[in-house]
């Protein structure tokens, strides 16, 4: 107990699990949590005692999955193995901290997603007032880390976008108080768990990165060290986490929002660019039509470069040109995606190998792996026309040819065998011939065989007597049988051990080691094989920087397959993408509803935005007739061609934009307790202080969410604020028809409408965007559609068309308890009115009573 204590002290935020033989054992209050947890049975040390300690345990052979929930659920785990052998050890086992699994640094494979990088952030804000957040993001199990500099409102757009597992700030942001405060908002939003972790200061922080190389932002980041600091606090509470092993990292990437295209989170979700809006599966999202890769790496890749889109013309340029020498190379194409296919996650088999956790197995597929790359350098080599014709630079596989490659790979050749066992303790592992002593204890496990009989035929010569047998039994274990007749030969050095029937049985000092060598060549065997294996881990970890950048080259190559793949099998176009402002689109189509539905049914539509002319293009038309998934197609080809992807379009012309921005539909925020209007009208408010003349703003329905005259006067000045102070390309869709006549004050404002035609009292949807604004919404027809009872149909269309010829005594023939305007108290003046008799009213007294009626007025 008192051990368990004091490890306990040093990991007090974490579930302590300490092994105890074959179990697990967990204590206190982390049995009560864990017990919970995992749906053990709670029991107690010294029960029935007034100081019974509440425990329960788990068997270490499922201790994974243990893990893997307690993670799951947003806990640390702490694990204490014994480090000395129970036999060995005198009084009390030594036990150590060997691993600590937090939701945000786990190595188990299978807990981890293929094709997603597992990420926790840290986060420092900056000195008080700067209003300044150092933001870092680490990827324990590759190494993977980066930095940043943030504005505050910025935080939780950047924490969207990375999407981490766990949020790592100091101590005193935590709990309740004043600076916990500041970061409240975030934390509840981020939907993660966030712990406690040390920051280190300037100096803590350059002496914990070390000779970490810094690889600088494009623009030089303002506020640095508040980057370096996050770094460093975040590689600080990963290496507390492998107190036995090394992370994998080589360097730090700085980078800052201006240097992608700037996503906010609501861009990032409406445009459902990683996950649907509704249920967050990736099925559905953007990335999942454009995801064809075969390989692990390049489906983190793909992913990241979904998030982070171009802003450098080159850059795209350069992706492009590989997407396009693989499309125009279909046989080859296909053959390399095959060959990638086979191919295995070399980033995080160099990152366990450096971590020390690498298994049997993964060497064996790092061995298949990297044997495999020269057929990969020499099928993209074989798609050059002629040897002159290079390249393009980023299908350039050189990493894939270090030399360290191949030496590696022959060496895990020679000294693992070809079917690598999944775990060290199953054995088997290294190679028959590679060592001699693992040889013999092989051969003395299985009896000593060959030293049996070698000893045999010496003995049988050495003493001339020729039916001389080494012989085996569970009583004496290896001794020598003679037969009578020839017992005078027997040499001295024989001692005897027994007599039977036929003769006599020996020993010799001989055979008493060979038996101490067979019984003990198992634990030897396993010894020596861990011994050798680990000598091979580590060799793998010595050139894991070679291995990695080998894995960084093939997940290029995959995910430009991937955007190759796609583009031949959807039929997409290079897009042009240049630095000037016009956005030009012909045939657009949407690019995950066009998979959804038959090939061929989608109906495509251009569209020209231009800030000089047609800068803000409003849209109307009924309801359903697909003004959302107009406007969404066009923010989402401009991002496939910003990643330097082909988009769904017959040509497109893509004039660079810096962010993007979406207010789409009525997305409900109840959870963050804010009302959906005041969501709505916070997301208008950041587009209007942060678009650009180079963004391209898409407003859904702006004002919706509110009554008719405030929704279109909010509506109306968003607009002419667009047009008139901001000059971003901007898609406007609405309701509201008066916004039609905009277009006459203002010059750059065009009118388009979704066509329908109603066709025997039907209403069928066109899809085709036409110029024009609408002038009917349709609303009812749609209600029908969906299945509104008749009658309530009905209804509406009668107070429909008594609104709009301005009777508000909606209904009050029919049934009058329906009236809108209650009916107004008999005013004095209408009583005297009606009690006028005028056939009998002279002239006069109409004057007189045209002066009382004026009184009553
Ligand atoms: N170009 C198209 N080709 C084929 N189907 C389309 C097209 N555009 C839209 N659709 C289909 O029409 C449906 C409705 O489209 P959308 O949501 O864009 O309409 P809307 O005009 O925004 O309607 P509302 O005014 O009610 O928001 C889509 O879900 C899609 O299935
Ligand atoms: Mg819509």
């Known amino acids: 107990m008192r051990q368990f204590l004091d490890l306990k002290d040093k990991h007090p935020d974490g579930i302590l699990l300490f092994r105890c033989g074959d179990f697990y054992e967990v204590f206190f209050e982390d049995a009560v949590i864990a017990a919970r947890a995992l749906d053990l049975t709670l029991t107690s040390r010294d029960k029935g005692k007034p100081d019974a300690v509440p425990m329960c345990g788990v068997p270490y052979h499922a201790i994974r999955g243990y893990i893997a929930k307690l993670t799951e659920l947003g806990h640390k785990v702490v694990i204490a193995e014994q480090t000395e ?178 996503l906010d989170e609501a861009a990032i979700a409406n445009l459902e660019l990683v996950e649907t809006l509704i249920g967050r599966h990736k099925q559905g999202s953007l990335l999942d039509v454009i995801d064809a890769t075969a390989t692990a790496p390049g489906g983190r890749l793909l992913r990241r470069w979904m998030l982070y889109p171009l802003i450098d013309v080159e850059k795209i340029r350069r992706r492009q040109d590989a997407v396009a020498w693989l499309v125009e190379r279909p046989a080859l194409l296909e053959t390399i995606r095959r060959s990638l296919s086979r191919s295995a996650d070399l980033e995080r088999l160099a990152g366990k190998a450096t971590l020390g956790v690498a298994t049997p197995r993964d060497l064996g597929r790092l061995r298949e792996a990297l044997n495999q790359l020269p057929e990969l350098i020499a099928l993209v080599a074989s798609g050059r026309d002629n040897k002159l014709a290079e390249l393009p630079a980023l299908l350039d596989l050189a990493a894939c040819a270090d030399a360290a490659l191949p030496t590696i790979a022959a060496r895990l050749g020679a000294a693992l065998v070809d079917e690598c066992p999944a775990l060290l303790k199953d054995g088997g592992v290294i190679r028959a011939g590679y060592d001699p002593a693992v040889d013999e204890c092989r051969r003395l496990a299985d009896g000593g065989k060959d030293e049996i009989l070698a000893i045999e035929l010496r003995e049988q010569k050495a003493s001339g007597i020729a039916n001389l047998k080494v012989r085996y039994n569970r009583v004496f274990g290896y001794y020598i049988e003679i037969t009578k007749s020839q017992l005078q030969k027997v040499p001295a050095s024989y001692v005897r051990k027994q007599t039977v029937a036929t003769g006599e049985r020996y020993v010799t000092s001989e055979l008493a080691e060979l038996e101490r060598r067979v019984l003990t060549a198992e634990e030897t065997l396993a010894a020596r094989e861990a011994e050798l294996f680990r000598a091979e881990v580590t060799a793998v970890a010595d050139v894991a920087r070679e291995v990695s950048a080998a894995g960084a080259a093939l997940a290029i190559l995959d995910a430009c397959a991937s955007l190759a793949e796609v583009a031949a099998r959807r039929g997409y176009c290079r897009p042009t993408v240049d630095d000037g402002f016009a956005l030009e689109i012909t045939d657009g189509r949407h690019p995950v509803i066009e998979a959804m539905l038959p090939a061929g049914t989608f109906v495509p539509n251009d569209c020209r935005l231009d800030p000089d002319a047609e800068q803000l293009v409003l849209i109307t038309g009924p309801n359903m007739a697909g003004k959302s998934t107009y406007m969404r197609q066009v923010a989402q080809i401009v991002l496939l061609a910003q990643i330097g992807s082909f988009v769904p379009a017959k040509a497109a012309t893509i004039g660079i934009c810096d962010r993007v921005f979406t207010r789409v539909g009525a997305a409900d925020n109840l959870s963050r307790g804010d009302s959906t209007f005041m969501v709505e009208m916070r997301e208008t408010a950041s587009i209007l202080s942060t678009s650009t003349r180079r963004s391209l703003v898409i407003l859904d329905e702006v004002g919706r969410g509110t009554s008719t005259f405030d929704g279109v006067s909010i509506a109306w000045a968003v607009a002419e604020y667009l047009h008139d102070s901001i000059g971003a390309r901007t898609l406007f869709a609405t309701h509201y028809h008066e916004l039609v006549s905009l277009a006459d004050s203002r010059p750059r404002v065009r009118n388009v409408s979704v066509a329908v035609r109603e066709h025997k009292g039907e209403i069928v949807f066109l899809r085709r965007v036409v110029a024009g604004g609408a002038n009917k919404s349709y609303g009812i027809d749609v209600a029908r559609l969906a299945g509104l009872p008749k009658s309530v149909i009905a209804r509406s269309r009668t107070i429909m068309s008594q609104l709009e010829t301005g009777s508000h005594a909606v209904g009050l023939g029919t049934s009058p308890q329906l009236t809108l305007l209650p009916s107004a108290e008999p005013s004095p003046l209408r009583s005297r009115l009606l009690g006028i008799d005028v056939e009998r009213t002279t002239p006069l007294e109409a004057l007189a009573l045209l002066a009382e009626l004026k009184t009553l007025v």
């Open 85 to 262: 052998d129970p036999k060995q050890a005198k009084g009390l086992v030594r036990r150590e901290v060997v691993r600590i699994v937090t939701p945000g640094i786990v190595l188990d494979d299978d807990v981890l997603e293929p094709k997603r990088a597992r990420y926790v952030m840290a986060i420092v804000p900056g000195a008080k007032d700067s209003g300044m957040v150092g933001v870092a993001h680490l990827d324990a199990t590759t190494g993977e880390l980066a930095s940043t500099v943030l504005t505050a409102p910025t935080l939780i757009d950047e924490l969207m976008r990375v999407a981490p597992r766990e949020v790592i700030v100091a101590p005193e942001f935590l709990g309740d108080s004043v600076k916990a405060q500041q970061l409240a908002t975030v934390r509840t939003r981020s939907r993660v768990p966030w712990n406690a972790a040390p920051v280190p200061d300037e100096a803590g922080a350059r002496r914990e990165l070390g000779a970490l190389v810094v690889v600088e932002s494009p623009a030089a980041l303002a506020n640095r060290d508040l980057a370096i600091r996050a770094a460093a606090a975040v590689v600080a509470y990963a290496r507390s986490t492998q107190p036995t092993g090394t992370l994998p990292i080589a360097r730090l990437q700085l980078y800052q929002p201006g240097d992608s295209v700037v």
